[in-house]
């Protein structure tokens, strides 16, 4: 195997009989669980009804006319804790639940097969004069940007990297979301004449000012940053690196065997932890450990990542934390870490851990991955004087709406840790909400003139 | 072990289950193959002047990834040279004397066609024949098969025809394109028949093709009606047979077919008065092979009854076969829905509130906020539905409400009335 073929897509798409059979098996519940269960309230008895009517196309548009990232949600959502897990098939008294996931996966795919290229599948209202800025191009900023072209507005995408995408162009992993995929959804929102300005820098390249200047609205979806510092010595090594960079770098760059039969060390369990650790095993690290300072309850990370992580080999060290990073000739050689114990819950009722005295131990590395969370995009909070608490922007309640008129805030900027999940699906729901807020504004701002 | 043989209008068999006559049972090869598979006999396929088939010929309902609910073919009799068949009639016979050999026969409506044939056939060595009065395509066009059995006179004349040479006892065979069955079964005693089989197939049009929008199955650009069988159609044929068992008019033996797909099928088909079963479509669908969970099934279900012999089954339930005006106005049933199992998909309460009765209520349990589907007994014309539609076996019961009232019919309100 290739290193590239490490990297094609894991999950198997349903073969077409596995499909039809598995949407005959819904029973196309009335006001059904598992809408209730989607943040973007994809009406899924009905895509999966089309499924086994051959009406693939009806289908696709069901799904995508809720979320236009239908295609990415069915690959990356934690479809068990969401509508699967909501299926009332599930339980003593039914069978198992529909493969909700897997199904909206065979509906989509079908869409981007038989898309012609730069054809929308969805309609554009006749343009109403209204120009509206969209910083990020990530799944919050594309799904606003899609409903609001939509409803006729002239809308421009800011973004700092070369591509659309966001999180699922740069940060998922290839083998869970092939890039492909990406691509197709943010064509369909370009082919509603979205305008993307790439590499392009508010605060450097455009002021915010000239965002408020020329649009009537500007709606906040920058995401989050980088892999903080872990402040301790040795951090700055050859062989310490970001794991979002790090997984970034297997989406955009040539794969490289550089940790081919090398140790690699991931430091923090959630979701990216895990990312980065499989993106090792499947780089051809020798060994890929994930060193956590709590235990394996308190991990942020979904169960079948973890489960996924496992069966890649990944091998999990509850309980420790790094307190150095050791190295030779600028390189890293090693880590020390202290053994870990919980104490009492913090203010999200996760135990806090400590440290047990002379417990240090290391262990020898090549590479150590720093997974520790993301910065915030605290410049723009300053650039748009946005109140916020503890670089969160504040918004309104389901408006998504910020201190500032025509200024909204969505996505992982605004996401406060612990509150709820920080998931693909329900960034595109704050994208559609924050749509409709923007629509509704400046639609009554019309009549009150 | 309950004992399967049957004994049909003289006819002994080693167990009920028999081959329809139909392209399963064409040729010596097939019959014998079926005789070993365990079928108790069979009615071979219908012998007359050979005629020519087309291509293609069958077409079938897929519906919620079950594959042939229903079946239609627009094949014709038998398309072998007549003296192939007799040979091979004679050689199974021999190969296979306790298995049930009845031969299935189609000729012009005259006196000396029908004294030919059936002298010819019994001459081999047969233990019944059985007339084709059903075939709704291509020989109703030249006067045989349907367009016979859709007159009973002409049913009744040919069988007279053929009883006068007739060795063995004679099955008439019926079609169910006909506004009352009864009327050609009766007929067919009046000629003398020594039993009835229904049904024969149904005038159908399967299908049209969304690309090339012609008829399935198509020859050539055109397509013509087909006879329709497979599971579909046996609640149309269970109620041919109960209509017929319960008409002192008709009192002969009933071979039934329609449908019958496995040994549930069968039990119904006895109870409601078949001393006989044919089977094809499931034949066609899955192989001979079927025939031995049919047994299987149906010895199990006796042993659970006590019940010695499959004999003891026939014509069981007809008494309960009733008419509408007998029914008794005074009984209710309503829905009560079992909110262990319930799994709340609401499909109940959504087909309740649109199509029905309104009665089913959405409730919040109050201590543990969970919806519980309730129904308003009060409102509750315990129409079934809700129990149809729900995915859960048992968790909608009807539930017999005891009234005051003594039980009363239509039929007693009105002759109180006179």
């Known amino acids: 195997m290739s290193l590239q073929d490490n990297f094609k897509e894991v999950v ?8 039809v059979d598995e949407a005959n098996r819904c029973l196309f519940c009335y006001d059904a669980p598992c809408v209730q269960a989607c943040p973007t309230g994809i009406n899924i008895p009905s895509f999966i009804k089309k499924i086994t009517t051959d009406n693939l196309l009806g289908s696709a548009l069901t799904i995508l006319d809720s979320n236009p990232l239908g295609a990415s949600c069915a690959r990356v959502c934690p479809t068990s804790e969401l509508c699967e897990g909501a299926c009332v098939l599930n339980g003593p008294a039914a069978s198992k639940a529909i493969q909700i996931g897997l199904l909206q996966r065979h509906a989509t795919d079908w869409a981007m097969e038989n898309t012609k290229p730069n054809t929308a599948l969805f309609k554009t209202a006749d343009p109403n004069g209204k120009k509206i800025a969209i910083v990020g191009a990530g799944p919050a900023g594309l799904s606003a940007a899609r409903d609001l072209a939509r409803l006729g507005y002239l809308v421009t995408v800011y973004e700092a990297k070369p591509r659309a995408g966001g999180l699922n162009a740069y940060g998922i992993v290839s083998f869970r979301l092939p890039e492909d995929v990406v691509a197709w959804e943010v064509e369909q929102i370009e082919a509603l004449g979205v305008q993307f300005c790439f590499e392009t820098k508010i605060g450097e390249d455009v002021s915010a000012q000239d965002l408020l200047d020329n649009h009537d609205s500007v709606i906040l979806a920058a995401g989050m940053g980088y892999v903080p510092a872990l402040n301790i010595e040795g951090e700055d090594l050859q062989g310490v690196l970001d794991a979002v960079q790090f ?18 060390a991931v430091i923090g369990a959630g979701n990216t932890a895990i990312d980065a650790a499989t993106c090792s ?13 709590r235990t394996v309850a308190e991990m942020t990370a979904y169960e079948f990542e973890y489960e996924f992580a496992k069966n890649d080999g990944v091998e999990f060290r509850w309980l420790v934390a790094p307190t150095r990073i050791l190295g030779e000739n600028g390189r890293v050689t090693g880590l020390q870490l202290i053994r870990m114990e919980l104490g009492e819950p913090d203010e999200r009722g996760r135990r806090r851990p400590r440290e047990v005295a002379g417990s240090e131990f290391t262990l020898e590395l090549d590479f150590v991955i720093k997974a520790i969370g993301q910065t915030r995009q605290t410049h723009l909070i300053d650039a748009f004087q946005l109140q916020h608490e503890h670089g969160i922007p504040l918004v309104e309640s389901g408006t998504y709406r910020t201190s500032q008129p025509n200024v909204f805030a969505i996505g992982d900027f605004i996401f406060k840790t612990g509150k709820t999940d920080a998931m693909v699906v329900t960034a595109v729901q704050q994208g559609k909400d924050a749509a409709v807020a923007v629509h509704t504004q400046l639609t009554s701002q019309k009549v009150q003139s | 072990m309950a004992d399967l043989r049957i004994k049909f209008a003289g006819i002994e068999s080693p167990n009920p289950f028999w081959l329809a006559s139909a392209p399963p049972t064409n040729s010596g090869y097939q019959v014998q193959r079926a005789f070993e598979a365990g079928w108790g006999g069979v009615v071979w396929k219908t012998l007359g002047e050979p005629v020519l088939n087309v291509s293609s010929r069958y077409a079938a309902i897929h519906r919620g990834g079950q594959r042939v609910l229903g079946f239609n073919n627009i094949e014709l009799i038998s398309d072998r040279p007549l003296e192939d068949n007799l040979r091979e009639i004679a050689e199974t016979k021999k190969r296979f004397p306790h298995n049930t050999l009845i031969v299935s026969l189609m000729v012009q409506p005259k006196r000396e066609a029908w004294h030919e044939i059936v002298k010819a056939v019994e001459a081999v060595g047969v233990d019944g024949l059985e007339l084709n009065f059903g075939c709704p395509h291509g020989m109703a066009e030249r006067g045989m098969g349907s367009a016979s059995g859709q007159q009973p006179d002409m049913v009744r004349q040919q069988t007279e025809w053929v009883k006068e040479v007739a060795q063995t006892p004679v099955i008439v065979k019926l079609t169910p394109n006909i506004t009352d069955i009864r009327f050609t079964a009766r007929a067919a005693r009046q000629g003398g028949a020594d039993a009835v089989s229904m049904i024969n197939t149904i005038n159908s049009l399967m299908g049209v093709d969304l690309d ?19 599971p579909a159609v046996k609640p149309i044929a269970l109620n041919m047979v109960a209509e017929c068992a319960r008409d002192s008019r008709i009192a002969l033996p009933i071979s039934g077919m329609g449908g019958i797909s496995n040994w549930q099928d069968a039990v119904e088909f006895l109870l409601m008065g078949a001393g006989s079963l044919q089977v094809c479509t499931a034949a066609m669908h899955h192989g001979f092979r079927i025939v031995e969970d049919m047994k299987d099934g149906l010895n199990h279900y006796l042993d659970q009854k006590g019940l010695p012999s499959v004999m003891d089954l026939v014509g069981k339930s007809v008494a309960t076969y009733s008419d509408w005006g007998d029914l008794n106005l005074n009984y209710k049933v309503v829905a009560r829905i079992n909110n262990d199992t319930c799994i709340n998909c609401n499909k109940c309460y959504i087909s309740c509130e649109d199509t029905s009765h309104q009665c089913i209520d959405r409730v919040r349990e109050p201590d543990t906020g969970r919806e519980l589907l309730v129904v308003r007994e009060d409102d509750c014309v315990g129409c079934n539905l809700c129990s149809i539609v729900c995915p859960v076996d048992g968790t909608i019961q009807m539930v017999e409400i005891p009234t005051e009232k003594q039980p009363q019919s239509w039929n007693q309100l009105q002759s109180g009335v006179k």
């Open chain 1, 12 to 19: 198997p798409a349903l073969k077409p009989k596995e499909a």
């Open chain 1, 247 to 264: 997984v970034e770098d297997t989406k955009t760059k040539p794969l490289t065997n550089h940790l081919l039969g090398k140790k690699v």
């Open chain 1, 281 to 293: 095993t499947r780089l051809g690290a020798d060994n890929v450990k994930i060193l956590y300072r």
């Open chain 2, 212 to 230: 090339s929008w012609l008829p399935y199955p198509h020859v050539d650009g055109k397509g013509a009606h087909g006879g329709y069988c497979g």
